[in-house]
């Protein structure tokens, strides 16, 4: 059935949101809508069950566009349509890991329920009510993943981190790749988009898409829903802290009362005790004598080795104390075999000196045990805090270079466009230049053309004349012959 599509996705009311008197649930869904995703999770809800299994069934990708065809009429739907519809983003990145590292940095902290920076991929019970709604939402809504919606995926906190912190996404770009993917043959994407893509088929013309489906009242956000949601998520977290298996601590005393008392008849075998409480005492003496206990500078920035073999002081009182302990048990144990005997029924004078010396060791593992605990824990907290320092010292670092890198860029335009403008005169005195040339070009083509044109002339005459030369001279001695003027001559 097409009510798969639609059984973990969820609807905003913002309406109804924005007048809680939470302020960090209205604080959350105030970033949800200056990320321009307020078009596509609080649109008019609408859906055609018939309709949506028919897009799935018969949908593919063609030339960048989403095809399929419903009841014999094809439809496309295109990634300009797609944005105009729910008014998405168009610019910003397209890239979740180009998101700065400062930013998932502060994230971190900001999502934390306990103030300590949580993971990018985890529980999301470590983050506050809030920014668990938050990660629901993307994951039902935006990335429509199957599997635990208790799990926390970096590509999700990305997505979080860039909502909570303004950052521009391209979520048109990212929302229709989705979609892409929902109708790929083979693809893994989980079908979704159920009330985006019913509201889009709604719009296409002289399209029969049958009778509507009312959308669960329970999916929608609103100020109930989401008080419901704080109260079920509050619970859990207090049921998940009170099934926590906690480790059964017997007193040795009770154990050893849980023995069954020896009789006259039975003799108490004490051989193997003895031998095991010695041996327990030497070994747990030579194992605290010869463990040593590694010291290493967490300074991050240290260019040398600072590993070194030490014991601390409350290490050292701790097994005096309970070698000391130790050997007074064992001494016990020794009266305790040396006075009984097959018939002796006067134990209780050992037995209870027996007892005094293990409440007495137990005292001391426990004193013991809670010194190492807070020890570890002053250490592991000096720890945190210096490679929270050690992060902010490579922040700002991060951020010089940065400031840097803008300068550069400013400096490579300034130069860039410098060049550019060198360019562009040498190329307007070159066109003057060559224009020059030939203009020249023209005007010596023109007054050879006019030579040329003359030419014929001038040799028509010069013919002329040495025709002219050659008659005078054979006529030379005739007198009737008449003389030419004195210019013809010349």
């Known amino acids: 059935m097409a009510s798969s599509l639609f059984t973990n996705t969820l609807h905003v009311c913002f309406d109804s949101v924005l007048a809680m008197d939470n302020p960090g649930m209205v604080s959350m869904f105030e970033a949800l809508m200056a990320s321009g995703l307020s078009g596509f999770l609080g649109c008019p809800y609408v859906l055609y069950e018939d309709a949506l299994t028919e897009f799935f069934l018969n949908g593919y990708v063609r030339d960048g566009k989403v095809v399929s065809t419903i009841r014999g009429k094809q439809v496309e739907i295109s990634e300009e349509l797609f944005a105009s519809t729910f008014e998405l983003p168009v610019d910003g990145l397209t890239d979740l890991s180009e998101i700065p590292k400062d930013i998932v940095f502060d994230a971190r902290s900001i999502f934390s329920l306990s103030g300590e920076q949580v993971s990018t991929s985890g529980k999301k019970r470590e983050m506050k009510f809030e920014f668990r709604l938050l990660s629901d939402i993307l994951a039902k809504t935006i990335s429509v993943k199957a599997g635990s919606f208790d799990e926390v995926t970096q590509e999700k906190f990305l ?5 909570t912190c303004g950052v521009a996404i391209n979520w048109n770009r990212l929302l229709f790749n989705i979609l892409k993917d929902m109708v790929t043959a083979g693809s893994r994407q989980a079908k979704g988009y159920a009330i985006k893509i019913s509201l889009l088929l709604e719009n296409v013309p002289n399209l029969e898409l049958g009778d509507s489906t009312e959308f669960p009242s329970s999916k929608i956000l609103t100020k109930k829903t989401v008080h419901r949601y704080i109260a079920v998520n509050d ?14 601590k017997t007193p040795v005393k009770k154990a050893v009362a849980r023995k069954r008392p020896a009789t006259v008849d039975e003799p108490i075998v004490k051989k193997k005790r003895t031998r095991v409480g010695k041996a327990a005492a030497v070994a747990t ?3 605290l004598e010869a463990v040593p206990v590694q010291v290493v500078c967490t300074n991050f920035f240290c260019a040398s080795s600072c590993t070194k073999t030490s014991r601390p002081d409350y290490l050292a009182s701790s097994a005096t ?3 000391a302990s130790l050997a007074a048990l064992q001494e016990s144990f020794s009266k305790l075999v040396a006075n009984q005997t097959r018939d002796s029924r006067k134990s209780g004078d050992p037995n209870s000196e027996v007892m005094c010396k293990i409440n007495h060791v137990e005292r001391v593992f426990l004193d013991s045990l809670a010194a190492q605990n807070e020890a570890f824990r002053g250490l592991f907290k000096s720890i945190r805090q210096e490679a929270q320092n050690d992060n902010n010292a490579l922040s700002l670092a991060l951020k010089a270079v940065r400031a840097q890198n803008a300068i550069l860029s400013t400096y490579l335009a300034a130069t860039q466009k410098e060049v550019k403008d060198l360019q562009a005169e040498l190329s307007q005195d070159f066109d003057e230049k060559l224009a020059d040339i030939r203009n020249d070009l023209l005007e010596f083509r023109v007054e050879t053309q006019e030579q040329l044109v003359s030419l014929p002339a001038h040799l028509a005459e010069l013919i002329a004349f040495i025709t002219k030369g050659s008659d005078e001279k054979n006529g030379e001695g005739s007198s009737s012959r008449p003389q030419p003027p004195p210019d013809d001559q010349n």
């Open 285 to 287: 003496d030579s194992a």
């Open 235 to 248: 619970k859990v977290g207090v049921e998940e802290v009170a099934d926590v298996p906690r480790v059964k």
């Open 159 to 163: 997505m979080m981190a860039a909502i």
């Open 321 to 323: 104390d309970i070698s």
